[in-house]
Each structure stands twice: as structure tokens, then as C-alpha cells.
């Protein structure tokens, strides 16, 4: 069982990125996927998360219209398209796969959003 993410980095206010997370040794369309992120001093919170079938989505308030997760079962991927970049999103984002009460999380990946 694992998940990776990639695709973090450094990015300038105003900037994307794209973070992916590939999943293995599991039935991935049978999970709910989410994003959380983690910055330094604070607690760890729910940024995305997207039902096993992709068919609905939810958001932190702070993210609405400027972050979309999505899903491609085929490729066993969960994917958060970030753009419009604030340096208050910098922060470890980390992949959540989560069955019923059974969840684990991948290793994290770095986002730093600075000029």
C-alpha cells in the first residue's frame, strides 16, 4: 500500500502548480481521496477531497475557486490543480486515501509560495 505525491516546488504569488499523487497495492477506485496540507506551527487540514467515483468534490473556504482535485481511476492518480498561488498556501501537502474508518497517507510533498 502506497501513495506518493510529486510535483511540488517553488512557485512566485500568482503562480500553479500541479500536485499528483500515484497510488499502488490497493483497489484505488474504491477509496475517497484528499489533499491536506500542513504548515509549519499549524495543525493539518483538509485543503480537497473527491468521492471514489469523482462525482463530488469539496474544498476548504480558503482554497474555493482557486484549487480543483480530480481523479483518473485508470491511472490510479488524485491530482490538485493549485493556481492563484498566496504565500499563506505554502505549506507539506499530503495524499489521504480513506475506506470507511481505514486511511493512510502518503509521504508529502513541499509547496513554497515566495517572491
Known amino acids: 500500500v502506497q501513495l506518493v505525491e510529486s510535483g511540488g516546488g517553488l512557485v512566485q504569488p500568482g503562480g500553479s502548480l500541479r500536485l499528483s499523487c500515484a497510488a499502488s497495492g490497493f483497489t484505488f477506485s474504491g477509496y475517497r481521496m484528499s489533499w491536506y496540507r500542513q504548515a509549519p506551527g499549524k495543525e493539518r487540514e483538509l485543503v480537497a477531497a473527491?468521492?471514489?467515483?469523482?462525482?463530488?468534490?469539496n474544498y476548504a473556504d480558503s482554497v474555493k475557486g482557486r484549487f480543483t482535485i480530480s481523479r483518473d481511476n485508470a491511472k490510479n492518480s488524485v491530482y490538485l490543480q493549485m493556481n492563484s498561488l498566496k504565500p499563506e498556501d505554502t505549506a507539506v501537502y499530503y495524499c489521504?486515501?480513506?475506506?470507511?474508518?481505514?486511511?493512510?497517507w502518503g509521504q508529502g510533498t513541499q509547496v513554497t509560495v515566495s517572491s
Open positions: 473527491i468521492t471514489s467515483d469523482g462525482g463530488s468534490r
Open positions: 489521504y486515501a480513506a475506506r470507511g474508518a481505514f486511511g493512510f
